[in-house]
């Protein structure tokens, strides 16, 4: 019964292909987020949902999209994949998005880009 | 800019020694502050919190950390480490309407039997 799950768990793929990764909570919360952890380890926030709709945007390459079909799952699309998009991929929830939270992570997916 | 600041990124110790991991950030005003765990080959897990209220938390695992807001830090402390404690320990920062938390670089920990 994992809180926050993601596949693949691993990812290994040529530059230029177009990607999916997947994330299902089933902690019945409302805001789902999508983080990416470089090679230095640094985690960083690039998206956020909460109840399907867009919350947060950082600065991340259009090539990048999320897709949220219910608030369950916030799938990431990647396209046109580039040698920087190797990371592990983390997804998080928390109950509403709001600011005394805390927010629970999924496994990762580990993207390697050849 | 804003940021998460954790130093000695890499930590040796040795079983039964006491650890101590350092954490400033430089956001001003109500923050939320958070420590995760992250063991080998898993997700990151919540290890202790801090929102309000008493500025020592006590998490799992025999670990706690104390806020301070005047130096805006939240350092992590546990007494005696054990070899299950081999993980990798992010800070992380919740900034007041912000909602997004901010990570520090995280400090890898590696505990000698």
């Known amino acids: 019964d994992t809180a926050v799950s993601q596949t693949p768990k691993y990812l290994v793929t040529q530059m230029g292909n177009d990607k999916s990764i997947k994330c299902e909570q089933n902690?019945?919360?409302?805001?789902m987020y999508w983080y990416k952890q470089d090679s230095k380890k640094f985690l960083k926030i690039m998206f956020s949902y909460n109840n399907k709709e867009l919350i947060i945007n950082e600065t991340v390459p259009n090539r990048f999209s999320p897709k949220s079909p219910d608030k369950a799952h916030l799938n990431l699309h990647i396209n046109s994949l580039e040698l920087g998009d190797s990371a592990v991929y983390f997804c998080a929830s928390s109950p509403r998005g709001t600011f005394e939270e805390t927010q629970y992570f999924g496994p990762g997916t580990r993207l390697l880009v050849l | 800019a804003q940021s998460v600041s954790q130093h000695n990124h890499h930590v040796i110790l040795s079983e039964a020694a006491s650890l101590e991991l350092g954490c400033n950030y430089s956001?001003?005003?109500?923050?939320?502050l958070f420590w995760y765990v992250q063991y080998p080959g898993q997700h990151l897990q919540l290890l202790l919190k801090y929102f309000s209220g008493d500025p020592l938390v006590k998490g799992i695992k025999g670990f706690e950390a104390e806020f301070i807001k005047s130096k805006f830090s939240f350092n992590l402390r546990k007494p005696s480490v054990q070899w299950s404690d081999t993980a990798e320990y992010f800070c992380a920062v919740n900034p007041y309407g912000n909602n997004r938390l901010a990570f520090g670089k995280g400090n890898q920990v590696v505990v000698i039997p």
């Open positions: 956001y001003g005003g109500t923050v939320n």
């Open positions: 902690l019945g919360h409302d805001t």
